[in-house]
């Protein structure tokens, strides 16, 4: 009897630890949801083309994992962090959504990554800006891809200083992120020996940036930066060229510039423009490849959102096969063991804080005399290694480094 | 160098002549809703969307059938001219006489309509239209280096505000308009088609949003949102100068420029909000506008 019972007993504790250590997917899905802006501001650098190549990453994964098929769901999250909010609540509450794509602006990306922790299920950040998600905002149920604010503002402002770019006038887009970043560049400029002259804060968003370049000219600086992003950054970029800033020698600086930005603008107006970015369509075979099937599909070139969520959905799949588990914190672990090497990057690494290193490059856009094509925009200057690229760990206030 | 309130005078000029030359955008805009409210009494919130379709049309135009800038002037405005007058066929025709509520709203829910079909085809990141080569360039006054095509632009907003202004209060076809809308049944019996005529005047307004959305095309981002942004401004400007006030939309259009534009220069914050503010005060010590007749 005793040993019937003893039987029993370890029975049902193997089985208890089976069960336990090799989660399985469940609902034998892998569902994903991919939230973005579909229709405004920052439709273009990610929306509806962001979710073409989520479904191509699944597409190019075979479609299951292992025997669980995978799904994907989408939004618009309208750049609301309360509509972004009630979606992924819905999304994990109700509807078995096990990891979230995409996600933009900064601030919906803070406000959703709150209810993924609460729920414990996984976001994979490609679009946002924002620093402070893998600081402040940390949690152990995201992960932030792409690019941030730290690491854009240390690629063109240092490289500019070197180059003898010494004193600074910067148009402030007037609310955090452009207060955020205006902080950041000050910190970089003047730390490799620049100085700032002055800078505006204008009002956001500004359809008519005359006033504004006239002053950043009167100002005498050898560099007008640009601490906004999308319609503001190219609506100033097009005044200063018609104002003939960069003819009378002070150089633009964009601090947040994606493709689709200089593709609008056209290297007419954007020409000797300096940027950093995470990836470029035209850097080798291998993105050059992607970049042809992503253009089948969409008719355009892939900004470095589009394909940071590329390879983000394919590095989650990879990691949900392996540990054959949708667990958030399984597939995080994974992630971080296991370092990235694809079109998107070579060595990049998750670190504990969620923050995806990987180089960086600093860009010129070309002159129309250089430009073979309307999507040929890009000269990458310089390759920015990934621990100088991003804020380094001792400097972090996340409270899943070790230390804080 | 001289000092104006801690300004150098030579920026403060160069400032007051950007306010003059966005407040030229400001008029041509306001008095197109001034022309729409005077004499159809419909509150057109679908101006924006015009304004954009102009300097959509301009694009667009250029990009599929070659279509140089001159042509886009006048090709381009009749178009969204006649967009303009099927909206007032097929919708507003239906809530005429009705409180002005409906007709704000019936256009404001067109322009958002317009906007997003818009959205859905050509994104948000702007279209790409590059100046005519005439006006690359531009001439250093110097207090500033004004660009060849601001300077156009001033030329042509108050050349056409003036002709519209001259039509509407002079001439002969000006008369039946402004008797059309006063007294219609009177003026049917007279033998005029004031049908035809309301339609013609909703036309008229909307292309001249366009004909400003097409002055736009070169100089700021071609969106399918850019008519959002401008519109509430621009309503605050008619309203300031007065709703229905013709001459008091091209002036008053032009004066919001300037004052906006020394806000850039002194407060930068603030030029967003400054216009609503001379609303509030306006509308405080006048309540019908600057130039509106009293109640």
Redesign the interface.
């Known amino acids: 009897m005793t040993m019937m019972k003893k039987l029993l007993t370890s029975a049902v504790a193997s089985a208890l630890m089976v069960g336990g250590a090799q989660a399985e997917i469940s609902d034998k899905t892998v569902k994903i949801g991919y939230l973005a802006d579909m229709?405004?501001?920052y439709?273009?650098l990610a929306?509806p083309n962001g979710l073409k190549a989520m479904e191509m990453a699944i597409a190019d994964f075979g479609g299951k994992v292992g025997s669980a098929k995978v799904e994907v769901v989408s939004a618009d999250d309208r750049n609301s962090p309360d509509v972004a909010s009630s979606t992924v609540r819905r999304w994990v509450e109700n509807e078995g959504v096990d990891m979230v794509g995409g996600m933009v602006a900064s601030s919906v990306t803070i406000a959703t990554t709150k209810i993924l922790e609460e729920n414990n299920k996984l976001g994979l950040v490609s679009g946002s800006a924002a620093s402070s998600i893998t600081d402040a905002h940390c949690t152990p149920n995201h992960i932030h891809y792409v690019y941030d604010t730290y690491a854009l503002s240390i690629g063109t402002p240092t490289a500019i200083v070197k180059e003898g770019g010494k004193s600074w006038y910067i148009l402030t887009a007037?609310y955090a992120f452009g207060h955020a970043m205006e902080a950041d560049v000050t910190r970089v400029v003047e730390a490799n020996g620049g100085e700032i002259l002055g800078s505006?804060?204008?009002?956001f968003?500004?359809?008519?940036f005359?006033?504004?370049i006239?002053?950043a000219?009167?100002s005498g600086a050898d560099v007008i930066a640009l601490a906004n992003a999308g319609?503001d950054t190219?609506?100033a970029i097009?005044?200063a060229a018609?104002?003939?800033v960069t003819q009378?020698g002070q150089t633009i600086a964009g601090l947040v510039v994606f493709l689709?930005?200089v593709?609008?603008?056209?290297t007419?107006a954007a020409q000797g423009l300096q940027l950093t970015t995470g990836w470029y369509w035209d850097m080798n075979d291998e993105t050059r490849e992607w970049s042809d099937r992503f253009m089948e599909e969409t008719g355009a070139r892939p900004t470095m959102v589009h394909a940071g969520i590329y390879s983000s959905t394919m590095q989650y799949l990879k990691a949900v096969e392996a540990t054959g588990s949708d667990d958030s914190q399984t597939v995080r672990k994974y992630m971080m063991e296991h370092p990235i090497n694809d079109m998107f990057a070579k060595n990049g690494r998750v670190r504990e804080d969620g923050r995806m290193v990987h180089d960086m490059y600093l860009a010129k856009v070309k002159t129309p005399e250089e430009s073979t094509g309307e999507w040929d925009l890009y000269d990458i200057v310089r390759t920015i290694p990934a621990d100088e690229a991003f804020r380094p760990l001792s400097e972090s206030k996340c409270k899943l480094v070790s230390g804080n | 160098m001289s000092m104006i309130f801690g300004v150098?005078a030579?920026?403060l000029s160069?400032?007051l002549l950007?306010?003059v030359?966005?407040g030229a955008f400001y008029a041509l805009l306001s008095l197109g809703l001034a022309v729409i409210f005077g004499l159809l009494k419909i509150i057109n919130f679908a101006h924006g969307a015009m304004y954009m379709l102009g300097a959509m049309a301009t694009v667009i135009m250029f990009d599929a059938l070659g279509i140089n800038y001159w042509v886009a002037l006048f090709v381009a405005p009749v178009l969204v001219g006649i967009v303009g007058m099927v909206i007032e066929y097929f919708f507003l025709r239906r809530i005429a006489g009705q409180d002005h509520i409906y007709s704000l709203l019936l256009t404001f829910g067109i322009a958002l309509m317009i906007q997003?079909v818009l959205?859905?085809i050509y994104?948000?990141?702007?279209?790409?239209y590059?100046?005519p080569d005439v006006f690359k360039?531009?001439v250093n006054l110097g207090f500033?280096?004004l660009?060849y095509?601001?300077a156009w632009v001033i030329v042509a907003a108050l050349v056409v505000c003036f002709g519209t202004w001259f039509m509407i209060e002079k001439t002969k076809l000006g008369s039946y308009l402004r008797a059309g809308t006063e007294d219609s049944q009177l003026m049917q019996g007279f033998g005029i088609n004031v049908p035809l005529l309301v339609s013609l005047t909703y036309g008229f307004g909307v292309m001249l949003a366009a004909f400003a959305g097409v002055l736009a095309a070169p100089?700021?981002?071609v969106?399918p949102?850019?008519g959002s942004?401008?519109l509430i401004v621009v309503f605050a400007v008619v309203v300031i100068g007065g709703m229905g006030s013709i001459g008091g939309a091209i002036i008053t259009g032009i004066l919001m420029g300037i004052i906006e534009?020394l806000t850039?220069?002194f407060y930068?914050?603030a030029?967003?909000?400054v216009i609503f503010l001379v609303m509030v005060v306006v509308l405080m010590i006048r309540p019908s506008g600057l130039f509106g007749k009293e109640a």
Do not use: C, W
């Not at chain 1, 968003?205 to 008519?208: A, E, I, R, S």
């Not at chain 2, 994104?123 to 790409?128: A, D, E, K, M």
């Open positions: 229709s405004g501001t439709r273009d929306g007037d505006i804060r204008h009002p968003p500004t359809p008519d005359s006033s504004f006239l002053q000219q009167a319609a190219t609506n097009t005044t018609e104002f003939g009378a689709s930005d593709h609008a603008l056209g007419e | 150098p030579a920026v160069g400032q950007i306010g030359i966005n997003g959205t859905n994104g948000v990141s702007g279209l790409r590059s100046m360039g531009g500033m280096f660009p095509y601001r100089i700021y981002s969106t949102v850019m942004h401008i534009g850039k220069t930068p914050p030029s967003s909000a």
